[in-house]
Structure formats: structure tokens, C-alpha cells
Nanobody, 129 residues
Framework: QERLLESGGGSVQAGGSLSLSCSAS????????MGWFRQAAGAEREGVAF???????YYADSVKGRFTISQDKATNTLYLHMNNLKPEDTAMYYC???????????????????????WGQGTQVTVSS
């Protein structure tokens, strides 16, 4: 099973930027899809951004134009660059991996956590007004 480790969280004022990293210890396979999710206190988990093995990306409407997902397969690292942060971005952020071989159907909902089979422990992002 892949192991995912997030880093880069912290506290920032509204309008600021943060970059999150997710290191995959077992390697990001060529056909994997990767995603970033977040969960605020008392709220449900929310899909934030997705990238597939061909580099295609998808974002939640709430972060479009502000967040950028990227990956470096040479270093097995997934990134989430966050600009113009808002207090409502405050949450625990998780990276997730989808290994297609573990699923019986193609990916249909890239921002649905049920589409992913492995998760990191999370990194906290706090945005103050």
C-alpha cells in the first residue's frame, strides 16, 4: 500500500500563499490519479483538486483560479500551490491516491473521496482574516 505524507501546512493571513507537498513513499505509478481534499472542523470532506496520469487537472469551483495542483513523478511528489487564501480555506488538507487496478470501473467523480484508495495523515492550513 502506498504511503502518503503531507507537509507545508501552516498559518497565514488572508490573501497570503502556501504550498503543500505530498510525498509518496512507494512511488506514484504511471497510471495513478492523485487528489487533494480538505476537511474543516465540523464539516464534511471536500474535494479540492485532481490530477490524472496524463496531467489533466480538475478543481473545485471554490478554488479555481487560486489553487494549482501539480506533480513531479521523478521525485514522487504531489503539490498544491495555494494563492489568495481566504479564511474559509482553513481546514486539514489531505492528499489521496487512486490506483486504477483496485477499482472495477473508471474514475467518474474526481473530487469524490470514495474514488481513492489511499490517504495521507493531513496537514493543517489556517487562514486568519
Amino acid at each position: 500500500q502506498e504511503r502518503l505524507l503531507e507537509s507545508g501546512g501552516g498559518s497565514v493571513q488572508a490573501g497570503g500563499s502556501l504550498s503543500l507537498s505530498c510525498s509518496a513513499s512507494e512511488g506514484i505509478y504511471g497510471d495513478y490519479c492523485m487528489g487533494w481534499f480538505r476537511q474543516a472542523a465540523g464539516a464534511e470532506r471536500e474535494g479540492v483538486a485532481f490530477i490524472d496520469n496524463l496531467g489533466r487537472k480538475y478543481y473545485a469551483d471554490s478554488v479555481k483560479g487560486r489553487f494549482t495542483i501539480s506533480q513531479d513523478k521523478a521525485t514522487n511528489t504531489l503539490y498544491l500551490h495555494m494563492n489568495n487564501l481566504k479564511p474559509e480555506d482553513t481546514a486539514m488538507y489531505y492528499c489521496a491516491a487512486r490506483r486504477p487496478a483496485l477499482f472495477t470501473r473508471p474514475l467518474e467523480r474526481p473530487l469524490d473521496g470514495r474514488e481513492y484508495n489511499d490517504w495521507g495523515q493531513g496537514t493543517q492550513v489556517t487562514v486568519s482574516s
